[in-house]
């Protein structure tokens, strides 16, 4: 826990820092919240906050914007950490703002990653929050809706921050080029263009583009008090670009689903790039061969049933070999994927089935597919009226299997494409069998 560390003052602070803005007017972005009017900049100037959460990407001023609200706030204001508090810690403010709210005070508390709490520490939260001990602000990277519990989820309202324009990213090189907290001490000579590709290199993260901004000035070369600033200098200080992914984030969920679907979309090149995507930003490489996995049997099922067979080939091999060589192989059973026939009836058949089952729980199975082990049970009729289809010419017999009141229900409808059109037509012939010997009355 720490308190006060907001108006600290480090004797070196990197660049990001010491630019960062102590007032709205200060801030740049974020004009869909901050903007003239907009509902957050008026809490904030209105001292009126309530518990809230900011969700957005690094970079973008979640934690400036708690430090502009410690110093517009009359309540006493405690910086908490996801990181490095536990159980102990939370009971210790939360007694502390307990006693403050008894004598008419207030607390907000900011927590920082707040995704990193598990359950049990978020739970310490939330009957203070319930009952007004404290307000809660919390800053994630992370989708709430996944990362904090619902009850204290409900309590808090979710403000979305975005990635920053390139314009926005610019503002602020050309705002620490020019304040004396930055480099306006200095005479610097920056060759054209470099400010723009260290804005596009950023990707919205405000604190990358400064740290690489700070990277390439101090990297130049420098006669006293001049620096000279070249665009090769800059490309040598930023020689591999970062790729945007957070492998616990949004952005994970994000590059993944692009895989999906560009594998659904029967485009092996699109595939193939956001499978390159993830591994080179250090994913492990098992995680995406089990979604392959999972989309061989969702998306391909039998209209292919040997995709199934070389995604778990490549699982095995991930597992076996690992990263780099194992690239190889997801990228083999990702172009099989993406040019194999598509059929989602598996899929579409579960989920059916699913729904039912959740809506008829209780269903019973009904008696002549019921073991029979004892003699009480065959007492009570319970396999009486099988039919073992091993016993029939045709293997099959006119026996239903389905509780009596979901009878007629189809589940798997095949969609015939690649091998499906096999199972399809097998699964015809014998619903017209079963058709024609109960329209016989045969057995």
Known sequence: MEQGTFFEQPVHQPLAARLRPDTLDGFVGQTHLLGPGKILRRLIENDQISSMIFWGPPGVGKTTLAQIIARHTRAEFIDFSAVTSGIKEIRTVMQQAENNRIYGGKTIVFVDEIHRFNKAQQDAFLPFVEKGSIILIGATTENPSFEVNSALLSRCKVFVLHALEEKDILQLLQRAMENEKGFGAYLVDMEEGVLEAIAAFSNGDARTALSTL????????????????????????????????????????????????????????????????????????????????????EDVGLADPHALEMAVAAYQACHFIGMPECSVHLTQAVVHLSLAPKSNALYVAYEEAKKDAQQHLTEPVPLHIRNAPTKLMKELEFGKGYQYAHDTQEKLTTMTCLPDSLQGREYYRPAGEGLEKRYKDRLEEIKAWKEEQRKGGCG
């Open 214 to 297: 700070e990277m390439v000035v101090l990297n130049s070369d420098a006669e006293g008090n001049r620096i000279t600033v070249t665009r090769e200098g800059m490309e040598q200080c930023i020689a591999k670009k970062s790729l945007l992914y957070d492998k616990k984030g949004d952005e994970h969920y994000n590059i993944i689903s692009a895989l999906h679907k560009s594998m659904r979309n029967s485009d092996p090149d699109a595939a193939v790039y956001w499978l390159a995507r993830m591994l080179e930003a250090g994913e492990d490489p098992l995680y995406v061969a089990r979604r392959v996995v999972r989309f061989a049997s």
